[in-house]
């Protein structure tokens, strides 16, 4: 719509004339009016553009025509040869210094040798000088898709390296944990079960028929032993996969917590405390890591009550909400004078400060909330509450 009102603008006023010469008004403005056509699909077919606008202002110079479809013209070999094929760029850089070269030769010799350099460098300047500006912007543009395309290229070996690093840290970490956690939690339970079984023997060959402390306390070990060794065998293999926490074949999960809750029953009854669980009949989807940390919350909670808390009842509760996960355990407080294992209550938080704070750093990684503390609404208790969102953000 600007080339179409500008070369309106120059008919009416009486701008420059190409060729001289008087001629009607719809023969001015129906050149202009294709050109105008043209420019609109000068991106997308430049090649098609470009022949109609050359035909067009052919005819127009040959009649006699005005300014202003020279000046569309000119917008016409700026899009050919920027959004053209390689080809018709180099065709357009030749073809227009060979037209114009032509055509200054030709005015000089058979016109006025002034006059023939003069509309020569007209020509130059209407042709040659949008063609080859496009072909700077071209370059440029080539030049800076090659330059992401690099930088693109150096971010994926960015990427890769950082995969490989991570994987040899992880293998690393890997033979690590196996060579100096498993061995010893493979002894731990070979061992005590030789024991176990060394003393089973004895009892039935003695006849004694109570139950012994020593046994249960020996399988309270080795069934830990085999367990923990177990955690540490899927935490090789998780450490030596390649897929790393998205792995979650053999992850801990929220059903799970049933069964955690009755691994322990044996050394609790042991204690002489009772474990009353509150667990949903289905829990909601949520992702693995909220998963493995809300495993990991109650299963170290517990072995907190089983170390400090005294003798009763244990609460452990678990409640999804719309956008959230609550658990809790509470337990009655260690007194003075209690079992031998026990502590004062002032020294609680000072035996089991580890297992706290790993608590509450877990929950804080997901963007949830942990307290631990007596309960102010049960004197007498202790409890460990984390607020975990059902959806982790990024």
Not at 146 to 167: F, G, N, P, S, W
Request: charged letters at 20%.
């Amino acid at each position: 719509m600007g080339f179409f009102a500008g070369c309106l603008i120059l008919y009416v006023v009486g701008g420059p004339r190409v060729m001289g010469g008087d001629i009607p008004a719809w023969q001015a403005v129906l050149p202009v009016l294709v050109l105008c056509t043209a420019t609109v699909f000068r991106s997308a077919l430049p090649l098609a553009a470009l022949a109609v606008g050359t035909l067009t202002v052919t005819v127009e110079m040959v009649a006699g025509g005005g300014m202003g479809p020279v000046l569309v013209y000119t917008d016409l070999l700026y899009a050919a040869a920027l959004y053209g094929a390689p080809w018709l760029c180099r065709v357009l850089q030749i073809g227009t210094v060979a037209a114009t070269l032509a055509a200054t030769v030709a005015l000089v010799l058979l016109g006025d040798r002034s006059e023939g350099v003069t509309t020569g460098i007209i020509i130059a300047v209407l042709i040659i000088s949008p063609v080859w500006t496009a072909v700077v912007i071209r370059n440029h543009k080539e030049r800076a898709d090659a330059e992401r395309e690099r930088a693109a290229q150096i971010d994926r070996l960015a990427e890769l390296d950082r995969k490989t690093v991570l994987q040899t840290e992880r293998t690393r970490m890997a033979r690590e944990l196996h060579d100096l956690v498993a061995n010893h939690l493979s002894a731990i339970a070979i061992h005590s079960s030789a024991v176990l079984s060394l003393t089973e023997a004895q009892r039935e060959k003695d006849g004694a028929a109570e139950e012994d402390p020593v046994l249960r306390a020996l399988s309270v070990i080795r069934e830990n032993s085999v367990q923990g060794l177990a955690e540490m065998r899927r935490m090789v293999v998780l450490l030596r996969s390649e897929r790393g926490v998205s792995d979650d074949w053999d992850r801990p999960q929220l059903n799970a917590l049933g069964a955690l809750v009755d691994q322990a029953r044996p050394a609790a009854d042991a204690a002489g405390l009772t474990l009353y669980t509150e667990l949903p009949e289905k829990f909601p989807e949520v992702s693995s890591v909220i998963e493995v940390t809300a495993y990991r919350i109650v299963q170290e909670a517990l072995t907190n009550v089983l170390k400090h808390a005294a003798a009763g009842r244990v609460r452990i509760h678990c409640e999804a909400g719309a956008e959230q996960l609550t658990l809790s355990v509470d337990s009655p407080l260690a007194r003075p004078g209690g079992r031998p294992r026990q502590r004062p209550v002032e020294q609680m938080t000072a035996g089991a400060g580890a297992g706290l704070t790993g608590m509450s750093e877990r929950a804080a990684l997901v963007g949830g909330s942990f307290d631990a503390g007596p309960d102010r609404t049960a004197p007498g208790r202790w409890r460990v509450r984390a607020v975990l969102p059902l959806t982790q953000n990024p």
